[in-house]
T-cell receptor, first 116, second 118 residues
Framework: ETGVTQTPRHLVMGMTNKKSLKCEQH?????MYWYKQSAKKPLELMFVYNFKEQTENNSVPSRFSPECPNSSHLFLHLHTLQPEDSALYLCASSQGTLAGVGETQYFGPGTRLLVL | AQTVTQSQPEMSVQEAETVTLSCTYDTSENNYYLFWYKQPPSRQMILVIR??????QNATENRFSVNFQKAAKSFSLKISDSQLGDTAMYFCAFMKLYSGAGSYQLTFGKGTKLSVIP
């Protein structure tokens, strides 16, 4: 459907578990993003990577740990989560340039996370 | 900080009719981009339309068009000839232009749930 895929699509985990979310983009982009989408709230930007370097961390708790091994892959490692972390986690990518132009972000289908 | 407000949590429209979704934003920036994204029940966020603030002409994309009023900081989306497949959450988003950094943050509104009725 789009060039951004996410796995798994659904995840249920306990508060003591460790799990990872994976995102892959096939668009040749250089910037990748993690967003959190909770009910009744706007999408919240969590992390931004540009050319594999983290450029933004929006005060995200350390129980969320991102990893970007290359420009095509982005992971979100989860550890000791809380029930309030249950949400839809969306990955996005964009061209990522050094020029001062606006860029369209392309989203993956998301991972629906439930923390028990 | 930028804020984006969508004042209509839910709307409905009869199939084949026209509907307008409202969006206002607050910023002190002069150069920026505005977007409308659509998120159908399948959850894939899809870009609908994009507007550059420096362009006076309103963007159009097939049945979708915007009414961009820069002075009023208003950016509404008009959907003509509504189809059942238009049923989705619609998000308005703002992007400030950075110089040099290369990665650009989107600020989203809370969304409008649109239902197209047969």
């Amino acid at each position: 459907e789009t060039g951004v895929t996410q796995t798994p699509r659904h995840l249920v985990m306990g508060m003591t578990n460790k799990k990872s979310l994976k995102c892959e983009q096939h668009l040749g982009h250089n910037a990748m993003y993690w967003y959190k989408q909770s009910a009744k709230k706007p999408l919240e930007l969590m992390f931004v990577y540009n050319f594999k370097e983290q450029t933004e961390n929006n005060s995200v708790p350390s129980r969320f740990s991102p990893e970007c091994p290359n420009s095509s892959h982005l992971f979100l490692h989860l550890h000791t989560l809380q029930p309030e972390d249950s949400a839809l986690y969306l990955c996005a990518s964009s061209q990522g340039t050094l020029a001062g132009v606006g860029e369209t972000q392309y989203f993956g289908p998301g991972t629906r996370l439930l923390v028990l | 900080a930028q804020t984006v407000t969508q004042s209509q949590p839910e709307m409905s429209v009869q199939e084949a009719e026209t509907v307008t979704l409202s969006c206002t934003y607050d910023t002190s920036e002069n150069n920026y981009y505005l977007f409308w994204y659509k998120q159908p029940p399948s959850r894939q966020m899809i870009l609908v339309i994009r507007q550059e603030a420096y362009k006076q002409q309103n963007a159009t994309e097939n049945r979708f068009s915007v009414n961009f009023q820069k002075a009023a900081k208003s950016f509404s989306l008009k959907i003509s000839d509504s189809q059942l497949g238009d049923t989705a959450m619609y998000f308005c988003a703002f992007m400030k232009l950075y110089s040099g950094a290369g990665s650009y943050q989107l600020t989203f509104g809370k969304g409008t749930k649109l239902s197209v009725i047969p």
